[in-house]
């Protein structure tokens, strides 16, 4: 199993989010279990190009301060949604490791993270999507809320992923090995 965290950056991830501190205390958690634990944390940094706020050389692109990777933690950079878009590497990377099981976090749940949920389940990846480590911002056609409920809720546990309470994520980190196919 490895721990992958979505767009966590700076310009992505602040207080407008839904139900944020809960959200951002929930990663925290998630991500120092799975130091702990010795199971891998990934990142994910979404790049817009330069003069955008998400540009590479912005403040923006960093990874917020309470998740940012330890030295030799692996960092993936994309400009399209899904983390396991071809140009990434992570699809590669997960395989050459033997990883079939990926816990994902992260922002925006209507975006990035809804793309990395279905193309990693494309791909043949088991993912698992624990509640409220993922949010979004309100739309013209959902309120945050709304929008985090249909897609956790509704959308990706039917199909897509294992979406599980946060107390099952936190039991999975302690006892998992790091190899085994995981069964809820």
């Known amino acids: 199993m490895i721990l992958l ?7 992505c991830f602040n207080e407008d989010l839904y ?9 925290k958690r998630l991500i120092t279990l799975a130091r702990e634990n010795n199971i891998e ?10 003069g955008t706020d ?12 309470e998740f940012a990777p ?5 960092r993936f950079e994309k400009n399209v949604n899904s983390a396991f878009h071809p140009m ?4 590669e990377y997960l395989r050459l490791k033997g990883e079939k099981d ?3 976090v992260g922002v925006s749940t209507d975006y990035c993270m809804d793309a990395t949920v279905k193309s990693g389940f494309e791909k043949g990846f088991n993912i698992i999507v624990p509640a409220y480590t993922n949010s979004t911002y309100d739309n013209p056609y959902f309120d945050k809320e709304t929008a985090y409920r249909y897609y956790n809720e509704f959308m ?18 302690t006892r998992e090995s790091g190899h085994r196919t995981i069964g809820i």
């Open 5 to 11: 965290v979505v767009d966590t950056q700076k310009g």
């Open 19 to 27: 139900a944020f501190e809960k959200v951002r205390d929930n990663i």
């Open 41 to 50: 944390v990934v990142y994910v940094q979404h790049d817009d190009g330069p």
């Open 54 to 65: 998400l540009d590479k050389s912005s403040d923006n692109y960093k990874i917020y301060d």
């Open 70 to 74: 330890m030295e030799g933690e692996k």
């Open 88 to 91: 990434t590497g992570l699809t």
């Open 102 to 104: 990926i816990m994902t």
């Open 156 to 173: 990706w546990g039917t199909r897509y992923a294992q979406v599980i309470t946060f107390e099952q994520a936190v039991s999975l980190l």
